[in-house]
């Protein structure tokens, strides 16, 4: 007769942590406050008076105040250049997305005469900065009568080189064998891109816009040459035009700032994983 009795359960051991393990803790934590710092210090500076700011260093404000915040608001268009800068960004990062994929996938996937010549012109872009571009690109923008409109802001930012050189990358390490096997089966090269290629591609193309995103935001050169409607600027040319007005003021100076970066802080946060993830895709974590 067989014992029917349930053999006891054994616990594992609580894991404890190692060596490393409790570095790589210290190093993160103290990486942390680095970057969270400025950001608080910045705060802190925007709830104080003028006469606090330029006191004493200190990082709780002996009287907390919302006059800067205030000041801010009254003395700008905040709303129309928060929308005109999500305006503009998310037009730049969805062009940016097509342009690039396409791009990168022809260069990646299909030969052509004269494509090592096409490739190494779009590579030379990532030579040049944009501000060296600045003047020819103002000279056709004005021809075109584009001044002082969205299209004018939007499409000079839509052709970076190294987007297009990260989907390329990634494009060049997908299996071939899916797209032949899509041939096989009399899958047409715009189904076969669209249906097998991009959605394979969300790591790369989710990192791509948010970088793209990014700097559509915060680019203050390009919108402040081609802009001269206050109505039409966007957030980082807004927040510098009121500051030129009044000078120097500590605390709103750091609240106009932090008014500009939250909505970036917002997408680094949610979005700092498929960052992570688009990278180690892209086949560039190491170059």
Same mark, same amino acid.
């Given at each position: 007769?067989?014992?029917?009795?349930?053999?006891?359960?054994?616990?594992?051991?609580?894991?404890?942590?190692?060596?490393?393990?409790?570095?790589?803790?210290?190093?993160?934590? %103290?990486?942390?406050?680095?970057?969270?710092?400025?950001?608080?210090?910045?705060?802190?500076? !925007?709830?104080?008076?003028?006469?606090?700011?330029?006191?004493?260093?200190?990082?709780?404000?002996?009287?907390?105040?919302?006059?800067?915040? &205030?000041?801010?608001?009254?003395? *700008?268009?905040?709303?129309?250049?928060?929308?005109? !800068?999500?305006?503009?960004?998310?037009?730049?990062?969805?062009?940016?997305?097509?342009?690039?994929?396409?791009?990168?996938? $022809?260069?990646?996937?299909?030969?052509?005469?004269? &494509?090592?010549?096409?490739?190494?012109?779009?590579? #030379? $872009?990532?030579?040049?900065?944009? %501000?060296?571009?600045?003047?020819?690109?103002?000279?056709?923008?004005? !021809?075109?009568?584009?001044?002082?409109?969205?299209? $004018?802001?939007?499409?000079?930012?839509?052709?970076?080189? #190294?987007?297009?050189?990260?989907?390329? &990358?990634?494009?060049?390490?997908?299996? &071939?064998?899916?797209?032949?096997?899509?041939?096989?089966?009399? #899958? $047409?090269?715009?189904? +076969?891109?669209?249906?097998?290629?991009?959605?394979?591609?969300?790591?790369?193309?989710? #990192?791509? *816009?948010?970088?793209?995103?990014?700097?559509? =935001?915060?680019?203050?050169? =390009?919108?402040?040459?081609?802009?001269?409607?206050?109505?039409?600027?966007?957030?980082?040319?807004?927040?510098?035009?009121?500051?030129?007005?009044?000078?120097?003021? =500590?605390?709103?100076?750091?609240?106009? *700032?932090? +008014?500009?970066?939250?909505?970036?802080?917002?997408?680094?946060?949610?979005?700092?994983?498929?960052?992570?993830?688009?990278?180690?895709?892209?086949?560039?974590?190491?170059?």
């Amino acid at each position: 007769m067989t014992d029917s009795t349930t053999p006891p359960v054994l616990r594992r051991p609580r894991s404890t942590w190692t060596p490393a393990q409790i570095a790589l803790t210290i190093v993160a934590a %103290a990486l942390s406050v680095v970057w969270i710092a400025p950001l608080f210090w910045a705060l802190s500076t !925007s709830l104080k008076t003028s006469t606090e700011s330029v006191a004493s260093p200190h990082w709780i404000p002996d009287h907390i105040t919302w006059d800067s915040w &205030k000041g801010i608001f009254d003395a *700008g268009n905040i709303p129309d250049w928060f929308v005109n !800068s999500v305006v503009v960004s998310v037009c730049v990062t969805f062009i940016v997305l097509l342009v690039a994929s396409l791009a990168g996938y $022809g260069f990646a996937r299909t030969e052509f005469r004269g &494509k090592g010549v096409l490739l190494s012109l779009t590579m #030379a $872009g990532l030579m040049f900065s944009p %501000a060296i571009l600045g003047v020819p690109l103002f000279t056709t923008v004005q !021809s075109l009568g584009m001044v002082d409109t969205y299209w $004018g802001m939007i499409l000079p930012q839509c052709a970076p080189a #190294a987007m297009v050189y990260i989907l390329y &990358k990634f494009f060049q390490s997908l299996p &071939k064998e899916l797209e032949e096997a899509a041939f096989i089966d009399g #899958a $047409g090269r715009w189904r +076969i891109f669209f249906t097998i290629v991009l959605p394979l591609s969300k790591p790369s193309l989710s #990192a791509v *816009g948010i970088f793209t995103f990014i700097a559509s =935001w915060n680019n203050f050169l =390009w919108p402040y040459m081609v802009t001269n409607n206050p109505d039409l600027m966007t957030m980082p040319n807004g927040i510098a035009t009121v500051q030129n007005a009044f000078g120097i003021i =500590w605390p709103q100076l750091m609240a106009g *700032g932090l +008014i500009a970066g939250l909505p970036l802080i917002i997408v680094f946060v949610f979005f700092q994983s498929q960052i992570v993830r688009g990278v180690a895709h892209t086949g560039l974590a190491g170059q």
